[in-house]
C-alpha cells in the first residue's frame, strides 16, 4: 500500500517547527513518521523513548522522528524498509518537514518520478505555514516565499496574535489572491487529527469536496499579483484527453518553472466522470476521476499560477490546441 507524504514547508522563521513541537507535546501524530533535517530544530528530549536506529528515534506518542540526511530519496526508501522488517511502528503517513528556503517543486519531483519511490509513496498535501508578522515583506524580498505559497493545498498562518485584525485580513486576502485555490486557517487552530494537516486532499476520501474547497468554479479571471499572475482557461465541449496530454506536456516542458501551479477539472471524450489534474511547475500528479460533477454541470476549467509568463501567449496556445474541436470559452 502507498503511503501518503505531507509536506510541511514554510520561510525561516515561519513556525513550522513550533506548530510541530505543540503537535508532538500531544498524542496526534501517533501513526505518522517525521522527516526533518536536524533532531536539534524540534525540542524532542522530553518526549524520547529510544533510539531504534542511527538518525532514528522512537517519540512518546508513538510517532517515529527522522533527519534527512542530505538524501531525500534514500531517508524515505530505509524508513520504507524498517517499517517493513517491523523494526519501528507501522506509520500511516510521512510528515516531511522542509528547509526555510526549499522550493517544493523538486521534492514534488522526487515522490513522483522516482520508481523506487512511486510503489511506496505518494504525495499527500502540502501544507505552507505562512509568518502573518512577515508576510509583506517576505514576498517582496524572497522569490522562495512566492513558490511556497503558490505549491500549497494548505496555507496556515502563523503569529496572527502578534498583528493587528486589519493586518491579519490584509495578509489573507494577499494570499487568496495568489493562490484561490489553497484553503487557509491559522496554525493555532490545528488540533489533533486535523484534515488540514494530516489530508491527503484528492487522493482522500472524498476528493470531490477538495475539488469544490478550489473554488474552481468561482469568478476567477487573469489577474495579476505583482510577479504571480492567475489565469483561468475554460472550455464547455468534451476534451480529447490524448490531445489535451500533448498540448499540457509541451507546456510545461516550455516553461514549467515559469508555472507554479495549476489545478483543473476536465470534461473528456468518453469518460462519464469528471477528470481531476493538479500539478507544481513541471511536475503533474496522477490524474484522480470523481464520481460526480461538483456544481452538476460538466465544463472544463484550468487554473493557473503563473510567474513572466504572458498569460495571451498561454491562452493563444490553448486556443491553438482547440482548433481542431472549437474554441475557447
Not at 37 to 52: K, T
Not at 199 to 214: F, H, L
Not at 289 to 314: C, K, N, Y
Amino acid at each position: 500500500m502507498s503511503l501518503p507524504v505531507n509536506v510541511i514547508t514554510g520561510f525561516l522563521g515561519s513556525g513550522k517547527t513550533t506548530l510541530l513541537n505543540r503537535l508532538l507535546a500531544g498524542d496526534t501524530l501517533g501513526d505518522s513518521a517525521l522527516l526533518i533535517n536536524e533532531f536539534g530544530d524540534v525540542g524532542i528530549d522530553h518526549l524520547l523513548v529510544e533510539e531504534v536506529a542511527p538518525g532514528t528515534v522512537l517519540l512518546a506518542g508513538g510517532c517515529v522522528c527522522c533527519t534527512v540526511n542530505g538524501d531525500l530519496r534514500q531517508a524515505l526508501l530505509d524508513l520504507h524498509a524498517r517499517r517493513e522488517r517491523g523494526e519501528i511502528p507501522a506509520f500511516r503517513r510521512v510528515l516531511l518537514e522542509t528547509t526555510g528556503l526549499a522550493d517544493p517543486a523538486p521534492i514534488v519531483a522526487t515522490l513522483l518520478r522516482d520508481p523506487q519511490l512511486r510503489g511506496r509513496y505518494h504525495l499527500g498535501l502540502l501544507v505552507t505555514v505562512v509568518d502573518a508578522e512577515q508576510a509583506q515583506l517576505q514576498e517582496r524580498l524572497h522569490p522562495e516565499w512566492l513558490t511556497q505559497v503558490t505549491a500549497a493545498d494548505r496555507l496556515l498562518l502563523s503569529k496572527s496574535d502578534r498583528v493587528q485584525p486589519a493586518t491579519l485580513a490584509s495578509v489573507q486576502s494577499r494570499l487568496a489572491a495568489l493562490n484561490p485555490s489553497a484553503s487557509q486557517a491559522l496554525t493555532q487552530q490545528i488540533v489533533a487529527g486535523d484534515q488540514l494537516l494530516l489530508g491527503e486532499g484528492v487522493r482522500g476520501s472524498d476528493p470531490a469536496a477538495e475539488v469544490q474547497g478550489w473554488q474552481l468554479f468561482g469568478a476567477v479571471d487573469d489577474s495579476r499579483h505583482g510577479t504571480a499572475q492567475i489565469c483561468c482557461l475554460e472550455f464547455d465541449r468534451p476534451l480529447d484527453w490524448v490531445a489535451f496530454g500533448v498540448w499540457l506536456s509541451m507546456l510545461l516542458r516550455c516553461h514549467g518553472e515559469r508555472i507554479l501551479r495549476v489545478k483543473g477539472l476536465l470534461d473528456v471524450i468518453d469518460s462519464p466522470q469528471p477528470i481531476v489534474i493538479h500539478g507544481v511547475q513541471h511536475c503533474l500528479h496522477a490524474p484522480v476521476h470523481l464520481q460526480a460533477w461538483p456544481g452538476g454541470t460538466p465544463r472544463s476549467r484550468l487554473v493557473f499560477i503563473v510567474r513572466d509568463l504572458d498569460t495571451h501567449q498561454l491562452r493563444r496556445s490553448f486556443r491553438a490546441f482547440l482548433g481542431e474541436v472549437g474554441q475557447a470559452a
